[in-house]
């Protein structure tokens, strides 16, 4: 019996300890709830907007400033300019506008050239020892309204077999040595017609301006066919002479 009413006295004893621990714990500022702390809504952060980098700005380059027509001193007295573009293999034949400068285009014409051999300058057509009606190479051929303008460099026709304007040689026309090629020994090769012109028209003193690679841009149209003849088809005097243009 005694020993019953210890153990429910030590049973008493830790409920009561059971009891206010429970009391404690559900002590709290808000009525034994547990206070509820608010959870920040979360927010969508935007994307970040990429701004491109400005694209550098590109200056167009300078387009290539054209050279000025020819123009020398007008009161020259001479009525034509010449220039040669070698690399569009044109001679333009320039006149005097109402300045009397030269910056009219008279004539253009293709023609052959030496290259290297035929040297860039400024150069002044001879007078009548430096003309000849028909010219003879030493190395052989001859060709027609020859004017010399430097040493040994000449202005002239296509190549003859001989003094004869029927025996042109075609190679030197429109064949594999022929105008608007690199083919001559240094002179300038052009059509009978152009030759004859300069020849004819363009006396002592003219001026002729040669330069490499085309920097006004000259043309010139590709010479007229032959039509199987072996008469330069501008030589109009020889092809009136023999009946092949009545006009």
């Known amino acids: 019996m005694k020993y019953i009413k210890r153990l429910c006295a030590a049973l008493a004893a830790a409920m009561l300890i059971t009891l206010v621990g429970c009391n404690a714990a559900v002590t709290s500022p808000v009525q034994g ?3 509820l702390v ?19 700005e590109q200056t167009a380059e300078p387009e290539p400033t054209e050279e ?19 690399g569009s ?28 051999k035929t040297p860039a300058g400024t150069y002044t057509l001879g007078g009548e020892e430096a003309r000849e ?18 040493g040994r460099l000449y202005i002239h026709s296509p190549l003859y077999a001989t ?8 190679k030197y026309y429109n064949g594999d040595h022929g105008i608007g090629l690199e083919s001559t020994g240094g002179c300038l090769r052009m059509v009978t017609e ?5 020849y004819e028209n363009c006396p002592e003193g003219t001026t002729l301006k040669i330069v490499n690679g085309s920097p006004l841009g000259t043309t010139s149209e590709d010479i007229p066919s032959r039509n199987g003849l072996r008469i330069d088809p501008t030589d109009y005097d020889t092809l009136r002479e023999k009946g092949y243009i009545t006009d």
């Open 33 to 35: 709830e547990e206070e």
């Open 194 to 198: 152009a030759s004859k012109f300069i």
């Open 38 to 56: 608010a959870v920040p809504e979360r927010t969508h952060t935007p994307a970040p907007v990429l701004t491109p980098e400005p694209t550098p």
């Open 89 to 116: 293999f044109t001679l333009t034949i320039y006149e005097k506008d109402e300045n009397g400068e030269y910056t009219k285009v008279f004539r253009t014409y293709r023609i052959a050239h030496g290259g290297n």
């Open 133 to 150: 009606r028909w010219h003879d190479f030493p190395d052989g051929g001859t060709v027609q309204y020859a004017t010399r303008y430097e």
């Open 163 to 170: 003094s004869d304007p029927t025996q042109m040689w075609p």
């Open 68 to 86: 000025p027509a020819p123009s020398p001193t007008p009161d020259d007295g001479l009525p034509y300019y010449l220039y040669v573009e070698k």
